[in-house]
């Protein structure tokens, strides 16, 4: 839950904290200092930024949340509910800026990682269905609309009626 510069910034207070503790010869403190150290850059590989980025994209803060995305250095590394996540908000932000073809990757991706819920899992399936839709690819959005089925009985209302109108926008185009 830190930016890339508070791990910094941390880590090196950590290692000054290492380094008086060597010097009066307290082994136990320089050890824990240690294990902080290696936490944080556990932590920047396997957690990276997306926990603020998305508290900046529930915000509509979305430069901000994309800025804290692109902070993570390999997604492949987050681990798998950190980067169906990572995935998910990153579709988010591209389809406010219209950017629909790496918004559809992205949700794509999203929906092969687990995610906070069944209805995120299918919204990222709804969204790459609806993408496909307003691109005239409908065998493709049937295909993802068929993948929420089995998710039918865990979701809201809502998504149940986002479900019904790109359902009605596929079978105008039949």
Known sequence: MFTNRARILVAGMFIVLMAVAIKYQAYQLAALALMFIALLIWGYFKQGTIVLAAKAFHQKDYDKAEDLLKQVPKPEWLSKKRRGFYEFIYGGICLQKRAYTEAEQHYELAALYPLRSANDHVAALV????????????????????????????????????????????????
């Open 127 to 174: 969204h790459v269905a609806n993408i496909n839709v307003r691109n005239g690819n409908y065998e493709k959005a049937r295909i993802y609309l068929q993948l929420t089925e089995k998710h039918k009985d865990n979701i809201t209302a809502k998504m149940k009626d986002v479900i019904w109108k790109v359902e009605q926008e596929l079978n105008k185009n039949k």
